[in-house]
Every structure is written in structure tokens, then in C-alpha cells.
């Protein structure tokens, strides 16, 4: 398709907390700028962000979604990311590769510490961003009051673009601070010029200030003019803002009501005077240029409902045309995106965001080059945090499951999933109980794989606590004619925890041949994998000392059974103790939460190893602990319904510990009635 050729583009990624608007305003902003004749509503699932099944039928962002449209010969592309924590994932991948972004907000004190975790990973990037304050339509609390909480978890300072014209909790209208013009808002329409409202002219005025105060904080010219009372030149205010806002050192600040448009034209046209030009991003981001050599980088995978593998990329440098090889993949066609509809293209340049077909063995953060240079870096990938066993509901779509979450694992680098070695369960990670549902919905709807779920069993282990010296293990058989004999002696010791099993033999004399030793320690290790408690048997010695045979009847066989007859006798008699995975985790917290955050660890049996600030984090603690695997299953949900959604851990596994006797009680009964009602994985042999 032979496409007008654009004198420029801008990519913008729109960003913020949870049902903030983001998906309101890309609307607004395709419908202003006439990419689309109606508006979709989000409640009935027909935006162009939440087209996706999942999205609508739970009125949230679940994926990212692209959609370009034109303004003033501009193409701008936008990426609507998700707000849920349990999708950052998502919109950390997008954003690298975005000359800007849009951070969508609501006018409520309380949840803007929601802001700080994204505040830190843009600035941590230098991605430029501006605030759009959506919801004016129920701002209960004064525009300098929020801009003064927003403030507080910025890194950058926040420079108000605008003053807000109110009419009790409804924005009515805007004065540019730049222009000190003053204009009200028409729904369907663009703002009307209006005179100036002198009523509002000291709390402008004092807007101005400090946003011209901001601004000279990074030019000494603007600087000299503030001191020396000279009213600075309306270019000069326009040329630091761009420039300011595309190092990422100020952040500007808007304000609106996405779902009747108010205030998305305003922040059309500074996107389109301010945000950085995509050479500039590029510059920035590529640590060398080299000439026009062809330069991508995957933002993101998708599996269309068609089948079809669409890779989402970020051209940084060079041209990117129909037939190109990228890292020996030659893309089956090249796309833009309006939400899930598709239009090819022949040709694109650098700056675009595009998609391409079919690339093959290619994830989410790759490079794409044709000849080998280094890679770019890629986003952080946040760890699995909550996990739920699955199972298919039919038994033969096992064989289908891996290569369909392999599938949506490309998708959403944030899951991982794995066959535990004990309990055999497959284990699906994720960010949470939602992320998790919205991948078994994928696994139903995409696959035709519905699974049902339960709770990972805790890979318990068990151990003994004292020796037992000689235990003795005779197999004996005789069946006609040829017949089975192995004799053996054990001497069985706890070892240290996390010694694991060794095995020694002292027999002297040849009591037991060579040949059947082996068949010993087999019998020996056979029997551990299912100790009397019913787990993996662990931190355990045993020495063959003695035994006898047959001439004829013995066999490495024979032996085996000998041994797991005398372990079977034995380990019993050692004091056997349950054992449980101890997790490191590193929780991050904004302060105010340390100490609920340390409670809600000990209640958990937890141990607190210490806390501290993080150093380029102000505000923010580390605290790290042990904690018990079985107490980490829903941790996450706590932990975030304690701070606001913003806390977070790592964790790995450290070491196994003794369950305390009351406890372990309690598990052991469990464990016996799973037995009794059929489920007991863990004892069934
Ligand atoms: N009052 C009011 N409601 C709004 C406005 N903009 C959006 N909403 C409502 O807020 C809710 C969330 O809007 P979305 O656009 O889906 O928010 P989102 O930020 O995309 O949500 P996620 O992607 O799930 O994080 C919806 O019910 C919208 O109708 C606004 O300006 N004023
Ligand atoms: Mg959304």
C-alpha cells in the first residue's frame, strides 16, 4: 500500500496507574485527531486499547495496544500500556522504545504514591514524560494541593503547563502559562479563546513562577532574566520546555477529563512543539551510530488470533523493507497496528514503530540488525511472584500445554512456568492472581486449553535425627529353580542440613561382592525419594558395613531390595523430621510501610534479617528475611494490599529448615487426609 510520506513521527507511550484513563485518552486523541469517527466505551469493551477478549470482559488494560494517526502532518503513534502492577511488565518493555511518555493520573491525594515505581523506572531510563491530570470532572481537592503531592514523588520537578479554570469540581477550562492565555472548554469542540479571569491571577501567577523558576533552573540565560525582572520571550519558554522535557529534567503537567475530551487538544499540540524528535531519542539511546545500517528492537510479541507471530518493534536507525533479512529471519510482511487490525506497508524509516510477521526464534527485547553489533539493553524482567499449579480439564491436552505456554510465555516475558522435580506439578508463575487469570483465560480462549487449579504443594522434605547403627536387610526368593538372596547391614547417619546423601561402604572380605554395591546404594536411593513422612529423603549418610551371599541366587537386584528393606526398616527408627524451604526476600517498600511490612513478615514465621534505605531510592526500604516457602504463596497480595499496590520482593530459595513440631503436625495430618480422599501426590508411590 503506497502511503503519503510524513514529515515526521513521535512515538508515545501512555502510561500511569491502574484505570487512570489511559485507555479513555488514546481514544480521545484518535478521536480528535480523526482517526476514528465514534468513540468506543470502555464499560462496553469497545475502545480500540481493550479490544483484546480479556481486556473487555474485565474493563482493564491487560496488554499494550498500538495505534498511529496524524496530526499536523505528524504521525504519532501511541502505545496504551496496562496500569495494573501485575502488568508493568508490559509497559516496561514499550517503553524504551518511546520518545515519550504520558503519564495519566487521577486528582487523588492518596494514590499517588501509585506513580512512584514508574516515576523510578523512567527516570532511571531518561525517558522525557509529561503528567496528564485526568478526571478533573471530580477533583475534590485544589489544583495546587495535587500538584504538590505529585511533587513529592517525583525525582524531576513538575512544571504545571497549565492553570486549570474550575467550576467547583469540574475543570471548565485552562490558562496557558506559556502564552497566559485563557480558554474554555466545549464538548465536541476545541476550547474557546476567553479573556483572561482576573479572579485567578495570583494563583496563575504563582503557577508561572515557579514553573519559569524550574525551567531556569537548567538555563542560566532564563536565569539572568527572572533575576533581573525581565519578562522572558514566549520562544525562549517553548525552546527550554522542549529541551527540558527531552533530557528529562522537568516534567510538564496537564490537565483533563479524558471521556469528554477536555484537555487532550492542549496536549496534542505540546506533544507536537515539545516532545523530542525520534533522532533525538536515538541519539541518546544508541551508545554509536553506524550510518544507515538497519536497527530495531522487539517492544513486544503477539500471537494474533489468526496464529500468526507479530513481532512489535522500534526502528532506531536505517530503513526497514519488505524482504529484508533481520538476524536470518526474513519478516513474512511489515504492519502498523490500529489496535488488532493490521495494515502492511512496504517500507518504513527509522523513528516508526512497526510490526513484523513471523519472526521466527525472535523474543520481546532483541536487537534486530543485519550485521552483528552489540545488543541494546533491554528492560528489567520482573520475577514471578505468585504461583497456581495447573492441570488440563482433559487429560490428552496435556501434549498441547507446553507448546501453547511456551506461546504465551513469548508473550509476556513476566510468567514462567515449570515441571516440579518433586511433586510433579506443572507450576504457572506470574505477577499475581489477576495476571494469572488473564493467562488461563488465553490458555481457554486462545488454545481451547481450560485447566483447573489448585495450590502448589510446598516441596517439603524430611531428614532423621539420630543414627541407627546395623540395620539389617535380607531378601530372600526362591521361585523354582533359579532364586534371588542379597544380605545387607546399614549404619545410617543424619548429616548437616544441606549436605544432601553420600554413600560408603566398609565391607571387608568381599561379604558383598563388588558387582552387587551398586545395586545397594540404588536400593538406597530408591527408598529416599519417599521417606516414612512421605517426602524426599535429604541430609542423610549411609554405609553398606556388612551382609552376605549366594553363590548362584545373588544379583544386583537382590541387593537392591535387601537395601530398600533395610531402609524401610531403619529410617523410622532415626527420628524423622519434616523439612521446609526457606526463601530469601528482599521486599521494597516506600518507608511509611516499613514496619507493617516487617509485622506482616513475622506473622508469617518469618525472620527479619535487616532493613535499610534504598540509595537511589529516596523514601523507599529494602528489608530482607527469610521466610518459609509455604507462608510465600500469597504474600504478594498482603504485601501489596499493605502499600497501596507499590511494594514488591525478589526472593530465592536459601535453605531447608526443620518445621517446627506444631506445624509440621499440621501438615502431616493434611497430608494424610489428601491420602485418604485420593490426592496425595507426595505419598502415593
Ligand atoms: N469521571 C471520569 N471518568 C473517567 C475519565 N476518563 C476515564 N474515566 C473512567 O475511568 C475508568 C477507567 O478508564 P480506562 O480508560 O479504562 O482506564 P485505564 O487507565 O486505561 O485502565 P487500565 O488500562 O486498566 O489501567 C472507566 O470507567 C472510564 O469511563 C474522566 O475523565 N472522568
Ligand atoms: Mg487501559
Known amino acids: 500500500m503506497s502511503e503519503k510520506v510524513k514529515s515526521g513521527s513521535r512515538n508515545i507511550a501512555i502510561v500511569g496507574p491502574y484505570l487512570s484513563g489511559k485507555t479513555s485518552l488514546l481514544e480521545s486523541l484518535l478521536f ?22 480479556e481486556a473487555h470482559e474485565r474493563h482493564m488494560g491487560v496488554e499494550i495496544s498500538t495505534a498511529s494517526t496524524e496530526y499536523n502532518d505528524i504521525r504519532f503513534t501511541f502505545v496504551d500500556c496496562p496500569g495494573s502492577v501485575e ?11 518511546v520518545d515519550a511518555a504520558i503519564i495519566v493520573c487521577e486528582p487523588i491525594n492518596e494514590r499517588v504514591l501509585t506513580l512512584a515505581p514508574l516515576f523510578k523506572f523512567l527516570d532511571d531510563w531518561e525517558i522525557p514524560h509529561m503528567l496528564f491530570v485526568n478526571k478533573m470532572d471530580r477533583a475534590n481537592i485544589h489544583v495546587l494541593e495535587t500538584l504538590h503531592s505529585l511533587k513529592s514523588v517525583s525525582s524531576r520537578p513538575l512544571v504545571a503547563h497549565q492553570y486549570p479554570i474550575m467550576q467547583g469540581q469540574q475543570l471548565i477550562g ?35 513562577v515557579e514553573m519559569l523558576e524550574a525551567l531556569a533552573d537548567f538555563d542560566d540565560h532564563l536565569l539572568e532574566e527572572l533575576l533581573e525582572d525581565i519578562e522572558p520571550p514566549q520562544q525562549e519558554i517553548l525552546k527550554d520546555l522542549k529541551m527540558e522535557l527531552g533530557a528529562d529534567l522537568v516534567v510538564p503537567v496537564f490537565f483533563g477529563v479524558a471521556e469528554k475530551d477536555y484537555g487532550v487538544r492542549p496536549l496534542l499540540e ?26 530495531a528492537q522487539v517492544l513486544k510479541t503477539f500471537y494474533t488470533p489468526q496464529g500468526g507471530k507479530l513481532s512489535l518493534v522500534r526502528v532506531w536507525q536505517g530503513q526497514l523493507t519488505d524482504g529484508m533479512t533481520l538476524n536470518g529471519v526474513r519478516p513474512g510482511g511489515l504492519y502498523r497496528l490500529m489496535g488488532q487490525q493490521t495494515q502492511s506497508v512496504n517500507k518504513v524509516s527509522a523513528g516508526e514503530i512497526v510490526a513484523l510477521s513471523r519472526m521466527e526464534g525472535i523474543n520481546t527485547g532483541d536487537t ?20 497456581l499449579a495447573i492441570t488440563p480439564e482433559k487429560r490428552n491436552d496435556e501434549v498441547k500445554l507446553s507448546s501453547a505456554i511456551n506461546r504465551l510465555l513469548e508473550e509476556d516475558p513476566s510468567l514462567g512456568w515449570e515441571q516440579h522435580g518433586d511433586t510433579h506439578e506443572v507450576i504457572l508463575w506470574g505477577q499475581g492472581e489477576i495476571h494469572l487469570q488473564v493467562t488461563l483465560d488465553r490458555l481457554r480462549n486462545k488454545y481451547n486449553l481450560p485447566m483447573t487449579t489448585h495450590l502448589p504443594q510446598v516441596p517439603y522434605k524430611e531428614t532423621i535425627r539420630n543414627s541407627i547403627d546395623s540395620v539389617h536387610g535380607r531378601y530372600k526368593h526362591q521361585s523354582g529353580g533359579h532364586g534371588q538372596f542379597g544380605d545387607v547391614y546399614l549404619d545410617i547417619q543424619p548429616l548437616s542440613r544441606g549436605e544432601g546423601f553420600n554413600f560408603n561402604e566398609t565391607i571387608i572380605g568381599g561379604v558383598v561382592p563388588k558387582q552387587y554395591i551398586p545395586g545397594v546404594e540404588m536400593g538406597v536411593r530408591d527408598f529416599l525419594s519417599h521417606g516414612p513422612l512421605g517426602f524426599p529423603v535429604v541430609d542423610v549418610a549411609v554405609t553398606l558395613t556388612n551382609g552376605s551371599y549366594h553363590s548362584v541366587d545373588s544379583s544386583e537386584q537382590a541387593f537392591k531390595l535387601a537395601a530398600r528393606l533395610a531402609m524401610q526398616e531403619g529410617l523410622p527408627q532415626g527420628s524423622p523430621a519434616l523439612l521446609e524451604p526457606i526463601v530469601t526476600v528482599e521486599v521494597n517498600t516506600p518507608n511509611e510501610f516499613t514496619s507493617k511490612v516487617m509485622q506482616l513478615l513475622s506473622g508469617r514465621r518469618g525472620q527479619i534479617l535487616g532493613y535499610e534505605g534504598i540509595h537511589d531510592w529516596q523514601g523507599w526500604d529494602n528489608i530482607t528475611a527469610y521466610l518459609p516457602q ?24 536459601d535453605h531447608l529448615q526443620e518445621v517446627p513440631d506444631k506445624v509440621a503436625g499440621r501438615i502431616l495430618t493434611n497430608s494424610e487426609e489428601a491420602i485418604t480422599n ?8
Open 32 to 53: 480528535v485527531t480523526g482517526a476514528i469517527f465514534r468513540k468506543g466505551n470502555i464499560k462496553e469493551g469497545t475502545t480500540l486499547g481493550d479490544s483484546a477478549k
Open 87 to 97: 502488568f508493568a511488565q508490559e509497559a516496561y518493555n514499550a517503553l524504551i522504545g
Open 174 to 208: 485552562f490558562i496557558d502559562l506559556v502564552t497566559e492565555e485563557a480558554y474554555h472548554y466545549h464538548q465536541g469542540a476545541p476550547a474557546v479563546h476567553i479573556p483572561f479571569p482576573e479572579e485567578l491571577k495570583q494563583e496563575e501567577q504563582m503557577a508561572r
Open 270 to 295: 505540546a506533544l507536537l512543539r515539545e516532545a523530542p524528535e525520534p533522532e533525538t531519542t536515538a541519539q541518546r539511546r544508541l551508545e554509536k551510530q553506524t550510518g544507515n545500517q538497519p536497527l
Open 368 to 387: 534486530l540488525q543485519q550485521e552483528t553489533q552489540p545488543e541494546l539493553p533491554k528492560a528489567k524482567q520482573l520475577e514471578p511472584v505468585y504461583a
Open 630 to 653: 509455604a507462608e510465600m504463596q500469597n504474600f504478594i497480595v498482603e504485601l501489596r494490599s499493605q502499600t497501596l499496590g507499590v511494594g514488591s520482593f525478589h526472593w530465592k530459595f
Open 678 to 685: 485420593g490426592n496425595g501426590k507426595n505419598r502415593k508411590k
